[in-house]
C-alpha cells in the first residue's frame, strides 16, 4: 500500500500516522528522541507491508499485470491509493478533503520538531498535496512517470513503470474488483493487530 492507505490504517495520532508514512523513506528507522507513537507507526508500516506482500489477491492483482518485473508491486501500490480515493467514504469517517486538510496541517506543525530529513519529507508532502493526486487517474500515470525520472538509465532500459499503464487499463475493472476484496481484510487486520486499535482511527 501506498503513503494515504498507511496514513488511513494507523491511530488518530499524529506523530503514528507520520511514522506509518516514513517508515518508507527512512527505511524504518526513528531517531532520537522520537515519540513512542511514531515508533508504534514505523513498526505498523512494515505490518502492513507484510501482509499485503504476501496476501494472495494481492499476487493475483501482481500476476494481472504481466509474469515479470520488479515494479509492479510499486505500481500495484499508487493503483491501490487511487482506488482508495475513489471510494474513501466506504473506509474513513471523514470526508476526503477534510481529512487531509486536517492530516497535512498536523504533520506540518508537528514536524517542526523533526530533524531535517523527515521534516523535509513531510513539508514537501503537504506543500505538494501528494495524498490527494491520485483521486483522478491522471495523478496517478503522473506518479508513473515521475517513478521512471528516477530511475537510472540502466535500469529504464530493463524496465520502467509507465510500461505497466496498458496492462492496468486493460485489466482495471478486475483490479477494482481485487481491491474491494483485499482492503476490508486489511482494515480487519489493523484493529485486530497489537499495534493497531479496534476503536482509535479514522475507518469506518
Not at 49 to 64: G, L
Not at 184 to 189: E, R
Request: glycine fraction near 6%.
Amino acid at each position: 500500500m501506498n503513503w494515504l492507505a498507511h496514513t488511513l490504517l494507523s491511530k488518530t495520532h499524529i506523530d503514528y500516522q507520520l511514522g506509518n508514512v516514513l517508515a518508507d523513506p527512512l527505511r524504518g528507522r526513528g531517531w532520537k528522541g522520537a515519540s513512542k507513537p511514531l515508533i508504534q507507526g514505523m513498526k505498523m508500516h512494515r505490518v502492513i507491508d507484510k501482509f499485503t506482500d504476501h496476501h494472495p489477491i494481492v499476487s493475483a492483482s501482481k500476476a494481472r499485470l504481466g509474469e515479470h518485473g520488479h515494479l509492479k508491486g510499486v505500481v500495484l501500490d499508487l493503483l491501490f491509493d487511487h482506488f482508495l480515493s475513489n471510494s474513501w467514504s466506504v473506509y474513513s469517517q471523514l470526508n476526503f478533503d477534510a481529512y487531509l486538510q486536517q492530516f497535512h496541517q498536523a504533520s506540518v506543525l508537528t514536524a517542526d520538531g523533526f530533524p531535517e530529513k523527515p521534516r523535509r519529507i513531510v513539508k514537501r508532502m503537504a506543500d505538494t498535496a501528494l495524498l490527494g493526486q491520485y483521486l483522478n487517474f491522471s495523478g496517478f500515470v503522473a506518479a508513473l512517470q515521475r517513478i521512471d525520472q528516477r530511475l537510472s538509465d540502466r535500469a529504464i532500459s530493463k524496465e520502467s513503470a509507465s510500461q505497466y499503464l496498458s496492462a492496468v487499463e486493460h485489466q482495471y475493472e478486475n483490479l477494482l474488483l481485487d481491491f474491494n476484496d483485499f482492503f476490508p481484510q486489511l482494515v480487519m487486520h489493523f484493529k485486530q493487530h497489537r499495534l493497531g486499535s479496534l476503536t482509535d482511527h479514522y475507518l469506518r
